[in-house]
T-cell receptor, first 113, second 114 residues
Framework: GDSVTQMEGPVTLSEEAFLTINCTYT??????LFWYVQYPGEGLQLLLK?????DKGSNKGFEATYRKETTSFHLEKGSVQVSDSAVYFC????????????FGTGTRLTIIP | EPEVTQTPSHQVTQMGQEVILRCVPI?????FYWYRQILGQKVEFLVS????????KSEIFDDQFSVERPDGSNFTLKIRSTKLEDSAMYFC????????????FGQGTRLTVV
């Protein structure tokens, strides 16, 4: 079945550091890939998405590129801010019939000033 | 911007009691979902609902759980007899139902079973 493997956390970085959170997936066919973010005390928010190979999703300075050859969708940001502290979830949406999202375990990111 | 709305934001209930979690999906969406997140764990799929019936459910979604769309706008999750391990954040989501569209999530209801 579908699965998402996500970099274990927690991750602690200093402000303005470069961020990478790794995500790889297993799925049949051509899934859509997503990063969701959960800020403290809030629900899940879509951060970015990519729907086909080589697509790059971007939002709020975050980027992720859909790499079919490596089945990866790593999240990156060039210079993180304290306000980026949150839990980040990689997820996939299979294109085979069902519409459920399969999530990774989440990575807690803490940015220190 | 349209959004998915969930009520209540936090519910405390005694073990063995029934609870109903409510959601108002985005109005033109056709697919509806419930997910849950036990504290410190990953978000897990519970059930999807389309055309007034369950289209898929996970092994978590046993006979204690039910969903319905009673009036064409609300989408509810009922837990018949809550257990301590049902304590979690429950997220409702809705989607247009087409391939490559994402689900939009509500803010969640935190259920605490005591």
């Amino acid at each position: 079945g579908d699965s998402v493997t996500q970099m274990e956390g927690p991750v602690t970085l200093s402000e303005e550091a470069f961020l990478t959170i790794n995500c790889t997936y297993t799925a049949t066919g051509y899934p859509s890939l997503f990063w969701y973010v959960q800020y403290p005390g809030e629900g899940l928010q879509l951060l970015l998405k990519a729907t086909k190979a080589d697509d790059k999703g971007s939002n709020k300075g975050f980027e992720a590129t859909y790499r079919k050859e490596t089945t990866s969708f790593h999240l990156e940001k060039g210079s993180v801010q304290v306000s980026d502290s949150a839990v980040y979830f990689c997820a996939l949406l299979s294109n085979f019939g069902n519409e459920k999202l399969t999530f990774g375990t989440g990575t807690r990111l803490t940015i220190i000033p | 911007e349209p959004e998915v709305t969930q009520t209540p934001s936090h519910q405390v209930t005694q073990m063995g009691q029934e609870v109903i979690l409510r959601c108002v999906p985005i109005s033109n969406h056709l697919y509806f979902y419930w997910y849950r997140q036990i504290l410190g764990q990953k978000v897990e799929f519970l059930v999807s609902f389309y055309n007034n019936e369950i289209s898929e459910k996970s092994e978590i979604f046993d006979d204690q759980f039910s969903v319905e769309r009673p009036d064409g706008s609300n989408f509810t999750l009922k837990i018949r007899s809550t257990k301590l391990e049902d304590s979690a954040m429950y997220f409702c989501a809705s989607g247009e139902g087409q391939v490559y569209t994402e689900a939009f999530f509500g803010q969640g209801t935190r259920l605490t079973v005591v």
